[in-house]
């Protein structure tokens, strides 16, 4: 069963940090891109960052850069999003999502499977 689990979610204070972990199973998870997707209320899902199946190229939205780190452990089938300095507006459903490509993408149609979220929310 082709499946990804997000943790790592919260409730934390503006200026704290979480670290959000994605575990796959049943893909070949070391062939594929990961990217991580957020949804607030009342938005649409956008895209936060994402990364090539070897670790490269790393992609960030334009709101994360400089905050968010995404990194990847092929041996473990993991994808890590690392949150430092978080901010209200950074609350969120956040999902992990991998698709059948090296190289990765900023848009949710060039993704195949997705977690189910896990919640981020950041208090001010």
């Known amino acids: 069963q082709v499946q990804l689990v997000e943790s790592g979610g919260g409730l934390v204070q503006a200026g704290d940090s979480l670290r959000l972990s994605c575990a796959a199973s049943g893909l070949a998870f070391s062939s594929q891109a990961v990217g991580w997707f957020r949804q607030a209320p009342g938005k649409e899902r956008e895209f936060v960052a994402a990364?090539?199946?070897?670790?490269?190229?790393?992609y960030y939205a334009d709101s994360v850069k400089g905050r968010f780190t995404i990194s990847r452990d092929n041996a473990k089938k993991t994808a890590v999003l690392q949150m430092n300095s978080l901010k209200p507006e950074d609350t969120a459903i956040y999902y992990c999502?991998?698709?059948?490509?090296?190289?990765?993408?900023?848009?949710?149609?060039?993704?195949?499977?997705w977690g189910q979220g896990t919640q981020v929310t950041v208090s001010s």
């Open positions: 990364i090539g199946y070897v670790g490269l190229p790393i």
């Open positions: 999502t991998a698709r059948g490509s090296i190289w990765p993408g900023r848009n949710e149609y060039e993704y195949d499977t």
